[in-house]
């Protein structure tokens, strides 16, 4: 079933885009290789309209805190004195499926400043690396608020 969806996702962007090109083919890829996961991380291998709602939102949350991130590690960077205090956060998370949880600690990797270094074998609790470690609760409070809280709602 997931291999159908993917080559009808690939083949109906291509499609839509005008010309084959090599650009095309690979971006019908990508889309179709991102709603396979997507109907993966659930567990339920179900699709609704409210899902792909969710997702689009995890995928705008993302972009916006990539670029609100990545402008605080360059302010940082310009202005080192007082702002970068590394360390360790200890997250504890609630999702159940090791689906949901790779997908949250890889959007914490790929957000300037912060890096999972460790999931713990239960899945319960993360440990990330932040470039600004002076207020571990504050990181916690924006890692559940940008993405953790729309994953557990994604995977519901």
């Known amino acids: 079933m997931r291999a159908t969806l993917v080559v009808l996702v690939a ?12 650009r095309s083919v690979l971006g019908g890829a990508i889309l179709a290789a991102a709603i396979a996961a997507l109907v993966h991380v659930s567990g ?5 309209l409210r899902r792909v709602g969710v997702a689009a939102r995890l995928a705008w949350r993302f972009l916006v805190e990539m670029n609100r991130s990545a402008l605080i590690v ?4 310009w202005h080192p004195r007082g ?3 590394p360390g360790i956060v200890e997250l504890p ?3 159940k499926s ?3 949880v790779t997908l949250l600690a890889n959007l914490i990797t ?3 400043g912060t890096m999972t270094v460790e999931v713990t074998p239960q899945q319960d609790r993360l440990f990330v690396f932040a470039l600004d470690a002076r207020q571990p609760e504050r990181v916690r409070e924006e890692i559940r608020g940008a993405f953790a809280r729309t994953i557990e709602e994604l995977t519901r």
């Open 93 to 95: 998370t609630r999702l």
């Open 98 to 100: 090791d689906g949901a």
């Open 11 to 22: 083949l109906v962007w291509t499609a839509l885009q005008g010309p084959i090109t090599f």
């Open 110 to 112: 790929m957000t300037p």
């Open 83 to 85: 702002r970068i205090s």
């Open 74 to 77: 360059a302010s940082a960077i």
């Open 44 to 48: 339920r291998g179900d699709l609704s």
